[in-house]
């Protein structure tokens, strides 16, 4: 089984650096650590970066998740081509680029671009966002997925990811012990489909929410209270048509081994306790 430890990065295409930067820092609240000619670096916490932006195609979307070791890594290779998976190894010059020491990449059965990664860079200086958005950390993602009960069982089944609850065919799955890292939502092709990243209190939410307002930034459902993780929430639009999350309180479970993922009907009510809608975020919701 591949151990996954925790989400590390996403790396989004865009035609347009000077736009994502301008979302990512003056909107968003993240802190830019690093340039390239055709690449912006910004983080959220401790680590070196949690979002690269790279010049090109937005369809190019990858996510990566941190392994224990080397020898994690060359095991989860050795898994995923025994599973008929094409692994593409990292090249010295592709590690140096994702701040990481050694990666492999494959798709998922969906088609999603997914990294492994050992050993991501930190820096010691603490993260100081552009804004106070009152960020804590990049927390978890939605992936696009063209079969939610096959994907569930390859999260599950090859990897180490646990069922914390679902929505209809929507698996909400943890690695550790944050109640979700990964949401399967049903699409007709990869993709990510959204970017959380937590905020201190529910104040921050709604004070991020009258912000995204003044600035003219399309709010995709919120504010809001999930029933399943119990977060207060904000969605709303990036560039590329990424949509990104604010949320606070975000359930932990504590009781690994006695944890039952709960079922909840697959209507409005069982995405927002409030009453939004979530316009066009989940197809059919």
């Known amino acids: 089984m591949i151990r996954l430890d925790d989400i590390t990065y996403v790396r989004l295409g ?18 830019v650590t690093g340039r390239t000619a055709k690449a912006l670096y910004l983080r959220s916490d401790a680590r070196a970066h949690t979002l690269c932006y790279v010049e090109g195609d937005p369809a190019d979307q990858t996510a990566a998740f941190e392994v224990a070791d080397g020898a994690e890594l060359q095991a989860a290779a050795a898994a995923l081509e025994a599973l008929g998976h094409r692994v593409a190894a990292g090249t010295a010059a592709g590690a140096d680029a994702r701040k990481v020491m050694d990666f492999i990449a494959f798709r998922d059965p969906s088609g999603n671009r997914i990294e492994l990664v050992v050993k991501p860079e930190y820096r010691g200086p603490r993260y100081f966002g552009t804004r106070d958005a009152a960020i804590t950390g990049f927390n978890h993602i939605g992936l696009n997925s063209t079969d939610p009960l096959r994907d569930e069982a390859f999260w599950t089944r090859v990897c180490n990811a646990r069922v914390s609850d679902r929505i209809g065919d929507i698996p909400l799955m943890r690695i550790n012990a944050i109640h979700h890292t990964i949401a399967l939502v049903r699409a007709a092709g990869p993709g990510i489909q959204h970017i959380n990243h937590q905020v201190v209190e529910r104040g921050d939410v709604l004070r991020n929410y ?18 399943t993780s119990g977060a207060n929430f904000i969605y709303f639009r990036g560039p590329d048509g990424m949509v990104f999350e604010y949320s606070c309180g975000v359930d932990e479970i504590a009781d690994e081994a006695g ?11 069982s995405l927002c306790l409030w009453g939004a809608k979530p316009g066009g975020l989940i197809k059919g919701a």
């Not at 009258?210 to 029933?227: D, K, S």
């Not at 944890?259 to 009510?269: N, V």
């Open 210 to 227: 009258h912000l995204l307002r003044r600035h003219n930034v399309p709010i995709v459902f919120g504010p809001g209270r999930h029933p």
């Open 259 to 269: 944890h039952r993922p709960r079922s909840f009907a697959f209507e409005p009510a």
């Open 14 to 31: 865009t035609p347009d650096l000077a736009l994502a930067e301008d979302f990512a820092t003056r909107i968003l609240g993240l802190e």
